[in-house]
């Protein structure tokens, strides 16, 4: 018998609570492939959309709620009392299931967020809504992996279906953002995930302008009589390492601070980026103009008389992740 089975309850839960994941990213495929589901028989008068883990994808925190059932059924049992039955949803992306909860996601509706990757088409659920309408029921976050080139990307189901094709070169078009978002019934916000590099995803600081006979460092900041005197200054790697951590701790505190959206897998934790610190990041002025898009997509839709489907306005959010800063060298 492992040292583990010998511990008392009480700290078999404490162990549990610690791994958890209060807050959890997930991540799933979504698909629709409706060649497929007629030449099965399905009807065309509605979508079948299925569930299933993203592929390749090992980190997502429903894996860890779920491997509770197979390693401690007590502990189990009890962890689940930690989620209110009306806050939650089970959704079942693996099959077959065990009694013991293996293969159920589950998903608390008040603080976790979906990160869905979708394959198929996207089709306006007014026109052929999904075969099983509550499947998405209650869902209130959803996130989508920011990609702004979509030229690559030639199975891109959000690829532009505007006539005609303005957004042919990027990822997203905000037309077909919005058919995905009616999928989701209770969704309030959607939030764009982008991961911060240590280069090239932080806009530089702006310089301030030289004047002449003041002698300035390689940032432009006027030197004082102290560093003129030998004051050790940092190098331009240790800068670049300096503007990335603060980028990345300013971003972090003021999602706590402010209780903006926190989640957490078993690679990375995801802030919130408020938009005075999203507006550092390079992508941010792709991801606002496509906010812009879809903001005024649905002013137009509520001016439309007769309009075939209610207007699905949710709030828009950027979410971050990064890898944990290195502290930085004195004499690197």
Known sequence: MSSYQQLPA????????????????????????????????????????KVSPTPGEKKSAWRVRQKLA??????????????RINETKVMCPLYPMDPRGAGQAIIHLENDIICVRF???????????????????????VA???????????DNAFRCRCDPFVHRGDYYCPKTIDHFIHYFPDLEKLYFVTKINKTGSILPPVLPSLSLGT??????NAKSFQRRMGKPRLTRAQAIKKLYADTVENIKS??????????????FD???????????????????????????RWEEQKKTDNLPHPVREVALGVLVHYDKPKPIAANE
Request: proline share 4%.
């Open 70 to 83: 197979r390693i401690d059924e007590y502990a189990w049992d009890v962890a689940k009392k930690f989620f």
């Open 119 to 141: 394959e198929g088409m996207i089709l306006p659920t007014w026109v052929r809504p999904p075969a099983s309408p509550g499947m998405f029921a209650g869902i209130k976050r």
């Open 144 to 154: 989508l992996e920011y990609r702004a080139i979509g030229s690559r990307y030639p």
């Open 215 to 220: 002698k300035r460092d390689h940032l432009g």
């Open 270 to 296: 995801y802030f919130e980026a408020k938009e005075d610190d999203a507006e550092t990041l390079v992508v941010y002025h792709h991801i606002s103009k496509l906010f812009t898009e879809l903001k005024k």
């Open 254 to 267: 003021t999602a706590l601070r402010e209780g903006l959206a926190f989640c957490q897998d078993t690679k």
């Open 10 to 49: 009480e700290i078999k839960l404490q162990i549990w609570q610690g791994v958890f994941y209060e807050h959890g990213m997930h991540h799933f495929k979504i698909s629709h492939d409706r060649f497929r589901s007629i030449s099965n028989g399905h009807p065309l008068s509605t979508q079948l959309v």
